[in-house]
């Protein structure tokens, strides 16, 4: 039996974390909070924490379930550079799981990005589509950073000056080392992301959307489950999955 604590319990993923939790015999929620709670009151009571927040709320979550020698699944995104710098660097003290994306089909979608980036080369114009509901806070998503990130990883160029946030302007001919990224927010969409690979005279779009919360919250808890029997160190969704 793994027990678990969720933390932004009262969250869209909270509450979808909640319902299929309560659908897996092997997993018990022992404690959910959200903004106000007293989480240091309740943590000795868990195997794992599960965070689904915000992120200026991770850090203080992870050096908390540091300081009591739990493990920690972070699922929230949109951290700065610093927190994400603090939050890795106790790796060295538990077991962590950081995925922008818990679904078995986007990391599915990575696995296939490497693979085509790498097949079609540099001809290939790169561009990352991404769409979520109206009430998303961070832009543009976790899910279409890491798709940069591998694009980039790829391509062999530093992100940050390859990365073009959607084009206004005179900004001029699309250069061959450019990657597009464009976030689009309307509605009640659970997640798309698209990445387009463009050359004169054909193109290729790798697509997943997703269409309900629980595929996150399920691997999320399937993260959990995996990650209570594992030593110290930071592991991301392929290795939950076996994709390494
Ligand atoms: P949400 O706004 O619906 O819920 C967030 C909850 O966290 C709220 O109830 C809020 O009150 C609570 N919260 C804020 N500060 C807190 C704190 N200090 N302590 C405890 N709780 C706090 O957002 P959401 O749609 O549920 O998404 C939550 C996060 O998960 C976002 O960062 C989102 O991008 C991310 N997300 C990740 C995945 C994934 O697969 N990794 C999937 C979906 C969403």
Same mark, same amino acid.
């Given at each position: 039996?793994?027990?678990? $604590? ?112 790498? $097949? ?58 450019? $990657?597009?990224?464009?976030? $689009? ?60």
């Amino acid at each position: 039996m793994t027990c678990i $604590i969720i933390a932004g319990s009262r969250g869209r993923m909270g509450q979808a974390l909640l319902a299929c939790a309560a659908r897996i015999p092997d997993v018990k929620v022992v404690g959910a909070v959200d903004q106000g709670d007293d989480l240091s009151a309740i943590i000795d009571k868990a195997d794992v924490v599960i965070d689904f927040s915000f992120h200026n709320a991770t850090l203080g979550i992870a050096e908390l379930c540091a300081k009591h020698g739990k493990a920690v699944v972070i699922g929230t995104t949109g951290h700065s550079a610093e927190e994400k710098a603090k939050i890795i660097a106790l790796q060295a003290q538990i077991p962590m799981v950081m995925a922008t994306n818990f679904s078995t089909g986007v990391n599915t979608l990575f696995w296939l990005t490497r693979k085509a980036a790498g $097949i079609l080369g540099p001809a290939f114009d790169l561009e990352v589509v991404e769409m979520h509901h109206r009430l998303k806070k961070d832009a543009p998503s976790g899910t279409a950073t890491t798709l940069l990130e591998i694009l980039a990883d790829v391509r062999k160029l530093q992100l940050a000056e390859a990365l073009r946030h959607g084009r206004e302007g005179i900004v001029g001919e699309r250069t061959q080392n450019e $990657i597009g990224i464009h976030a $689009i927010r309307g509605g009640d969409v659970v997640g798309d992301h698209t990445v387009i690979f463009a050359n004169n005279g054909e193109r290729v779009e790798l697509t997943h959307k997703a269409s309900s919360r629980d595929t996150f919250a399920n691997g999320a808890l399937r993260a959990a489950q995996w990650l209570v029997k594992q030593k110290a160190g930071l592991y991301d969704m392929q290795d939950v999955l076996g994709l390494k």
